[in-house]
C-alpha cells in the first residue's frame, strides 16, 4: 500500500460528536489527499495538501476540515458528524508531477 | 455534477470473454486518464492510465481505447478471469497533480467460471 497508513481503520461515533481520522505515509510524498466514498458515488475529493500548511478544497468539502503540519501527516476533522458523512474514508499521496496517486486501505466510518 | 459518466454500472462475463468498461467526459483540460481496480475491504489500486496523445494502451490483457474527438475512454479486459472481479473507476485528472481525480461511479465487475 505504498506506506500509506490510515488509521482508525474503523470507527462508530455518535452525531454531533468530532472526529478526526489520521493519514501517516512513509514515501516523502509532497501532495496528500482525502477522499470519500459512497455507494453509487465513486470517490469524491473532499481536500487535499500540496506542502506543509498547504491546503486547499476539493468537491465535497463542506463539514471538513483538514491539517498538514508534517509532511508524512495528514488530518482530516469532522467538526460536528452528522449521519451523512458515513462513508469509506481513502486517503492519497502522490509524488512530483508525473507520479500516480497511490491509496490507503480506508477507514470506515458510521455516525449513528 | 458528475464530471466522469461511467457504465455499466455492474457487468457480467464468462470467463474467457472480453469485459469493457465505457467512460465519457466533458472537461477539455482533462489530460490524463487512468483506471482503478478496487477489491473489497481495499484502498483503489491504479491498473492503467492513457494521454489524451495516443489512442490506445495495452498492458498485458488490460488496454484503454481513447477517443479524444468524443471524448471517451474505455477499458477492455481480454480473457476475463475470476480473479478480474473487483469494482473498476475510470478517473480523469487535469495538470501534473495526478491525484487530483475526478472519478465515475464505478463498474461492479463479475466473471463466473
Known amino acids: 500500500d505504498a506506506g500509506i497508513t490510515q488509521s482508525p481503520r474503523h470507527k462508530v461515533t455518535e452525531t454531533g460528536t468530532p472526529v478526526t481520522l489520521r493519514c501517516h505515509q512513509t514515501?516523502?510524498?509532497?501532495?496528500m489527499y482525502w477522499y470519500r466514498q459512497d455507494p453509487g458515488h465513486g470517490l469524491r475529493l473532499i481536500h487535499y495538501?500540496?506542502?506543509?500548511?498547504?491546503?486547499d478544497k476539493g468537491e465535497v468539502s463542506d463539514g471538513y476540515s483538514v491539517s498538514r503540519s508534517k509532511t508524512e501527516d495528514f488530518l482530516l476533522t469532522l467538526e460536528s458528524a452528522t449521519s451523512s458523512q458515513t462513508s469509506v474514508y481513502f486517503c492519497?499521496?502522490?509524488?512530483?508531477?508525473?507520479?500516480?496517486?497511490?491509496f490507503g486501505q480506508g477507514t470506515r466510518l458510521t455516525v449513528v | 455534477q458528475q464530471q466522469v459518466k461511467q457504465s455499466p454500472q455492474s457487468l457480467i462475463v464468462q470467463k474467457g470473454g472480453i469485459s469493457i468498461i465505457n467512460c465519457a467526459y466533458e472537461?477539455?483540460?482533462?489530460?490524463?486518464f487512468p483506471w482503478y481496480q478496487q477489491f473489497p475491504g481495499k484502498g483503489p489500486a491504479l491498473l492503467i492510465a492513457?494521454?489524451?496523445?495516443?489512442s490506445e494502451k495495452k498492458e498485458g490483457r488490460f488496454t484503454i481505447s481513447f477517443n479524444k474527438s468524443a471524448k471517451q475512454f474505455s477499458l477492455h479486459i481480454m480473457d476475463s478471469q475470476p480473479g478480474d472481479s473487483a469494482t473498476y473507476f475510470c478517473?480523469?485528472?487535469?495538470?501534473?497533480?495526478?491525484?487530483?481525480?475526478?472519478f465515475g461511479r464505478g463498474t461492479q465487475l463479475t466473471v463466473w467460471p
Open positions: 492519497a499521496i502522490s509524488g512530483q508531477s508525473g507520479t500516480e496517486a497511490f
Open positions: 514515501e516523502n510524498h509532497r501532495y
Open positions: 495538501s500540496y506542502g506543509v500548511k498547504d491546503t
Open positions: 472537461n477539455t483540460a482533462f489530460d490524463y
Open positions: 492513457i494521454r489524451p496523445d495516443v
Open positions: 478517473a480523469a485528472n487535469r495538470g501534473s497533480t495526478l491525484g487530483r481525480l475526478y
